[in-house]
């Protein structure tokens, strides 16, 4: 699946889409409540009002004034091998991303960067991979832009073992390896493509705003985790570190994203994955 936004283009490699298992996220998204936003079947919702969710990773190609296109790749999934994750079915993955994105032109080598909208667990996994027991860059040409908030959040923290394991084998073997580039929530990373902070989710959590030749998309990462969060912005998800802030964030970003033409790519959302959100009653409705 493949967008073009100008001269940008962005693809999405997905790693694995499931129906149902997610009102633990969203634990006020019931079937009764889910079932009269009839927009959301057939790409968000079945005709029970399960949910539909996906982890997938965004390849975002971008001019580069005549030399190679820039190759950016944004989040990067679960990861294969892994352990330690308090989601059993997140540990030990064996799945093919990696062919996947090969087949889809993009071989782990020609990817020049690496953006992390937060450091969660399903946005860091593929940052390393396995090789002789040991975690290694999976992308050895790239530079990994993470958040500075977010990078030191993460470091050192000893609440939770599950998210030091995340640390431990998906990002701080990048920054040992000297790949790490550490920036603020509202860094350019090109011409055409620039980071917004949309806080709440994580304390340094960012979106990627996408404007090329007068045409506009956004990568929302995770301050919407489902459309539904877009018929109710009011929906937090228990993973969020805030949950008023990231209420605040998405009422913002949505008045703002219904007020002209942009394609809006959610990092969760299956299906489509992609459209323009409209004014709907006293929230919005995304059409896709
Ligand atoms: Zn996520």
Redesign the pocket.
């Known amino acids: 699946m493949k967008w073009r936004i100008g001269k940008v283009t962005v693809t999405k490699i997905v790693e694995t889409e499931v129906t149902g298992g997610s009102r633990f996220i969203l634990p006020q998204a019931t079937y009764e409540e889910i079932l009269p936003i009839k927009w959301l079947q057939p790409h968000f919702a079945d005709e029970r009002g399960r949910l539909k969710m996906s982890i997938h990773a965004l390849v975002v190609e971008a001019p580069n004034g005549g030399k190679t296109p820039r190759r950016i790749i944004v989040d990067t999934c679960l990861g294969n091998d892994k352990e330690g994750r308090r989601i059993p079915t997140w540990n030990n993955l064996q799945g093919p991303f990696l062919q996947d994105l090969a087949t889809a032109g993009f071989p782990r080598e020609s990817i020049d960067t690496v953006l992390c909208t937060h450091l969660?667990v399903?946005?860091v996994g593929w940052n390393t991979m396995l090789a002789n027991g040991k975690w290694v860059p999976t992308f050895p040409q790239a530079r990994y832009l993470m958040g500075r908030t977010e990078f030191h959040r993460w470091h050192n923290q000893h609440e939770r073992e599950d998210m030091a394991a995340v640390f431990a084998d998906s990002v701080a073997p990048v920054f040992d390896a000297g790949l790490v580039q550490l920036v603020e929530t509202d860094h350019r990373v090109c011409d055409e493509i620039s980071l917004v902070p949309t806080l709440g989710h994580t304390p340094g959590h960012v979106s990627v705003r996408i404007s090329s030749e007068g045409e506009e998309a956004l990568i929302t990462g995770?301050f919407m985790?489902h459309p539904c969060q877009i018929a109710h912005p009011e929906w937090s998800s228990t993973a969020d570190s805030d949950p008023t802030m990231a209420h605040a964030t998405r009422d913002r970003m949505l008045a703002e994203l219904s007020s002209r033409p942009v394609l809006v790519i959610g990092?969760?959302f299956a299906g489509a994955t992609a459209g323009r959100i409209v004014r709907d009653g006293d929230a919005y409705r995304m059409d896709v």
Do not use: R
């Open positions: 969660h399903d946005h995770d985790h990092t969760h």
